[in-house]
């Protein structure tokens, strides 16, 4: 089996939340989703577990952050384009999230930032390799 991610949010509804992450470009794989949690797939290795409330608990004795209050991780998505990265920017608030900053161009590397409904912070982002590399040694 390949080295998979599989990052757990838990949710408030995950019915809501399962929308918001198909509406940006997540498949739903209904053989791992219930009414306590969806199984959002971004790629053959990185899968987004929603939960609800009570079933996040079962994971943990820790208490449930409010993603709205406090930050605990942000999610970084590379992208192949600038374009891509607007557009799963743009698709997020179309869906009910926020945009968490504008757009920040540092030549090399092109990024926004966006929460999902639950306040989960998200930075999708575009990295010119061949452009960093240069900008790496020059600042070095």
């Known amino acids: 089996m390949a080295k998979m991610i599989f990052v757990n949010l838990p949710v408030t509804d995950v019915d809501r939340a399962a929308a918001f992450y198909a ?13 306590r949690a969806s199984a959002m797939v971004w790629s053959d290795t990185i899968h987004v577990m929603l939960l609800a409330h009570d079933f996040y608990a079962t994971f943990t004795p820790k ?13 970084a998505l590379a992208l192949d384009s600038r374009a891509e990265v607007d557009g799963i920017t743009e698709a997020a608030i179309a869906a009910g999230g926020r945009e968490a900053h504008p757009a920040e161009d540092h030549g090399y590397m092109y990024s ?3 929460e999902d409904p639950d306040g989960h912070g998200f930075g ?9 590399s240069i900008a790496m040694g020059a600042e070095a």
Request: charge should be negative; aromatic fraction near 14%; proline fraction near 8%.
């Open 23 to 35: 509406a940006i470009g997540f498949e739903k794989n209904a053989m791992f989703s219930n009414d």
């Open 63 to 75: 208490p449930i952050a409010d993603p709205h209050a406090v930050s605990a991780v942000l999610i």
């Open 112 to 114: 926004r930032a966006f």
């Open 124 to 132: 999708p982002f575009y990295m010119d390799m061949a452009a960093a």
